[in-house]
């Protein structure tokens, strides 16, 4: 049995090291791609809406929220119609504001009560 050769045995331990080095570069800069497009702005707000559209919550927060504001709009146009003095202007749009605010409030507790309900 021949005795191994140290230089072969360095020359093959370097070059494991450099494939090793090798697939280690190319896991970088696949990392770093990935890292460079996820952290680019639209991506960032992509993700941020992704997120925030399939939490239950927040669904039932906009549902809320158009309710209210569409209630708020109608009744102060029912009210006040299109009228051009500045005043009734004014009220109108306080009176769409506090109407907006109670219904979207109260439609929460509505959809807590049918949920109590089921």
Excluded: C, W
């Amino acid at each position: 049995m021949k005795k191994p050769n140290e230089t072969a045995t360095l020359k093959e331990a370097i070059a494991l090291l450099k494939l090793k080095q090798a697939e280690d570069l190319l896991q970088l800069k696949d990392q770093y791609y990935y890292t460079y497009e996820s952290l680019k702005p639209v991506n960032l707000i992509k993700k941020a809406f992704g997120q925030m559209a399939t939490t239950s919550e927040f669904k039932g927060n906009i549902l809320s929220n158009v309710i209210g504001i569409t209630t708020g709009y109608l009744t102060k146009k029912v009210l006040l119609g299109s009228t051009h003095n500045p005043i009734k202007r004014i009220l109108g749009t306080l009176l769409q504001f506090v109407i907006t605010n109670v219904v979207t409030k109260h439609s929460e507790k509505v959809k807590e009560n049918e949920l109590q309900n089921s």
